[in-house]
């Protein structure tokens, strides 16, 4: 392994392919991540109770958005391997498929967010006054599901055929939108000094339901350009003739994105038992826990940003039936994530009050919060790998073996140890993203030890 990070940190070719297909979604990532800041700075300035009432549901939000997930990943697998075989007609089938995906998944998870809208909260133990903002919130984001639908997995067709740049500028976009909209929707009309000068700024004055706006607005926009930018592409080949069911390829798509789905679905009902024990420990510690959350976001950005370079090259490697290739790959963006997501690890023990401040004035939500990310950030070295890994699974269609991991470590190791950190022994916050730093090295373990043994790759037919 360590052979082949050396070999290919001296192949510029190499090292310029990984580069140019992970920077622009490391770039969206980060993006994706100042719009979570500002979503929860800006409510976080209202008190703890509409903090509170975001996090609530952001679990559950993150349920939505696996289905969707999966789907992209198993596009992706199905475009790259295609085209590492050279064999474009079944990526332009592939394509096809990603638009019924659209279609399906998007109007399902719709009406089935809102359908449970107003009783969600009442189920995950808010407490009443943080209720309302909660259900209204998780309505507002969840109405523009089919347009979600559309920027994640048309997005990943693209980032399959190595077009990284186009899917990260939509993004920008939507972000710059989603922040411009949150200032002008959040907070009521207020005066504004600017180099000296007071201005008055209207505002909408929606709190929570503003940001939730401000989101469902960006999505529309966002989804509706990555369709079109999807449909302009020459290798995707789209038009609507060209848009039917293939029992084969649509089989391969679901092959692969069942287990992930399956996977992160699971994974995220467990994020809402997680939640709802957290919820008991009060409404300061649900305000810190969820705005720790999302303050974690940022430092996970080498670690996502490079999982779509990683699966991208692991598909083209075994269409091209080329081991060396893939290995060489996989090692190097390994590595890579792991020094990036050490060093921003390194700087959230570090400085972590200071970051939970930029999200809340609330002295008691900054402590407990800043205990809880010096807890994690010693996990997220390992963190980077299982990531990396994931993308590398899922890239090659091999995704049964990650679900099984996941489920085990999610629901033997998280869900157990926090409820009985909780209820049983009364322990804190700090108990709880404890039990969550012990499920990620749980799961890197897992993963990291069948990546090495190899059984995988026979399946694969490697030279």
């Known amino acids: 392994m360590f052979q082949h990070i050396r070999t290919t940190l001296k192949d510029r070719a190499m090292m310029r392919t990984i580069f140019l297909l992970a920077w622009p979604t490391m770039l969206e990532e980060a993006l994706q991540c100042i719009v979570t800041y500002a979503d929860t700075a800006q409510v976080g300035v209202m008190g703890a109770n509409a903090s509170a009432a975001i996090g609530l549901t952001t679990t559950v939000t993150w349920m939505t958005f696996y289905p969707l997930y999966a789907a992209g990943m198993s596009v992706t697998s199905a475009i790259s391997i295609a085209l590492g075989a050279k064999d474009t007609q079944r990526a332009k089938k592939a394509a096809s498929q990603a638009v019924l995906l659209v279609l399906i998944l998007g109007l399902t998870l719709m009406v089935l967010t809102l359908a449970v809208s107003s009783a969600l909260p009442r189920w995950l133990g808010g407490a009443q006054e943080i209720r309302r903002d909660a259900t209204v919130y998780f309505a507002i984001i969840c109405t523009p599901m089919l347009f979600r639908a559309a920027s994640i997995i048309m997005g990943s067709a693209l980032r399959a055929t190595g077009n990284t740049k186009t899917p990260m500028l939509i993004s920008t976009l939507m972000n710059v939108i989603n922040i411009i909209l949150n200032f002008l929707f959040i907070s009521p009309t207020r005066p504004l000094t600017v180099l000296g000068h007071t201005l008055t700024v209207w505002g909408a004055g929606w709190g929570v339901a503003g940001a939730g706006i401000a989101s469902a607005i960006s999505l529309v926009i966002g989804g509706t350009l990555m369709t079109v930018a999807a449909w302009r592409s020459p290798v995707l080949g789209l038009c609507v003739k060209t848009v039917r069911y293939d029992r084969d390829v649509m089989g391969q798509c679901v092959r692969v994105g069942v287990p992930i ?30 705005i720790a959350l999302a303050a974690e976001q940022a430092f996970y950005i080498p670690g996502y940003g490079m999982q779509t370079a990683a699966a991208t090259l692991a598909g083209y490697s075994a269409g091209e039936k080329s081991e060396k290739r893939l290995m060489q790959y996989s090692s190097t963006i390994m590595f890579i994530a792991t020094v990036l997501m050490a060093v921003l690890s390194a700087a959230l023990f570090l400085f972590a009050e200071p970051i939970m401040s930029i999200f809340t004035p609330d002295q008691q939500v900054v402590e407990l919060g800043g205990l809880a990310l010096r807890i994690v950030a010693v996990s997220e070295p390992f963190f980077a790998v299982l990531v990396i890994l994931e993308g590398i699974f899922s890239g090659l269609g091999d995704t049964k073996a990650p679900f099984v991991f ?54 694969l037919e490697l030279d």
Do not use: P, Y
């Open 406 to 459: 996941s489920l085990i470590s999610m629901w033997g190791v998280r869900i157990t140890t926090t409820w009985l950190c909780v209820t049983v022994f009364h322990f804190g916050l700090g108990a709880v993203w404890a039990c969550m730093a012990i499920d990620n090295m749980t799961r890197f373990t897992m993963m990291m030890v069948r990546f090495l043994r190899g059984k995988w790759k026979r399946r």
């Open 261 to 290: 789905a399956g996977e992160r679905v699971l994974f995220s009902f467990g994020q809402v038992v997680f939640t709802a024990i957290t919820a008991r420990l009060g409404t300061v510690a649900m305000a810190a826990h969820s």
